[in-house]
């Protein structure tokens, strides 16, 4: 009697093979998706940054254009009531702007012989909210003949995970007449 199997050696794939290979599989998948997430945070982070450097600059904007004369009476710049009004309203329309940073401006004296600040002037804060009463520091605003300030805008806020930023420019504003 003969039999008939067959001299190749039966090859296939054991129950741990294919479980090695859907946990490599798996591991692949899940390493991608972080790598998304990790990428979708950083863009997010981006915009955010990107938002506040646009409100900063829209709010020393409006403060530039804003009228400046020696007399504090006569200059919005210098009237901590208006800039108070002017300050109730985000720098611009953005959700951003109106949801997230705690916006501070600082304006003080700014004399140019010594190239230095004197006083602690006006300092406004507006907290985050789209409808908020700013809440102003006024100690004295005495200003220099030619009248000169500096204003400094600065956005704080926390992004995902708790980590605190900042946004912040300054400049020197001088009266005069706008030609």
Do not use: H
């Amino acid at each position: 009697m003969t039999s008939n199997s067959s001299k190749r050696p039966q090859s296939g794939t054991t129950m741990v093979e294919t479980m090695v290979a859907v946990a490599l599989v798996a591991a692949f998948f899940a390493t991608i998706f972080e790598l998304n997430a990790v990428c979708l945070r950083y863009i997010d982070a981006s915009k955010e940054s990107l938002a506040a450097l646009q409100g900063v600059q829209d709010r020393l904007e409006a403060l530039r254009n804003l009228a400046f004369t020696p007399d504090p009476a006569g200059s919005d710049l210098a009237n901590a009531t208006y800039l108070q009004t002017l300050m109730a309203t985000p720098a611009n329309g953005s959700d951003f702007a109106k949801t997230r940073p705690t916006e501070v401006v600082t304006i003080k004296a700014y004399n140019t012989a010594t190239k230095s600040t004197s006083g602690t002037g006006i300092q406004i804060t507006r907290l985050a909210g789209a409808n908020v009463t700013p809440s102003i520091d006024q100690n004295s605003l005495v200003l220099p003949i030619p009248a000169t300030v500096l204003v400094n805008v600065k956005y704080q806020w926390s992004m995902l995970g708790g980590r605190s930023c900042t946004e912040q420019t300054e400049t020197i504003i001088s009266s005069g007449t706008k030609k």
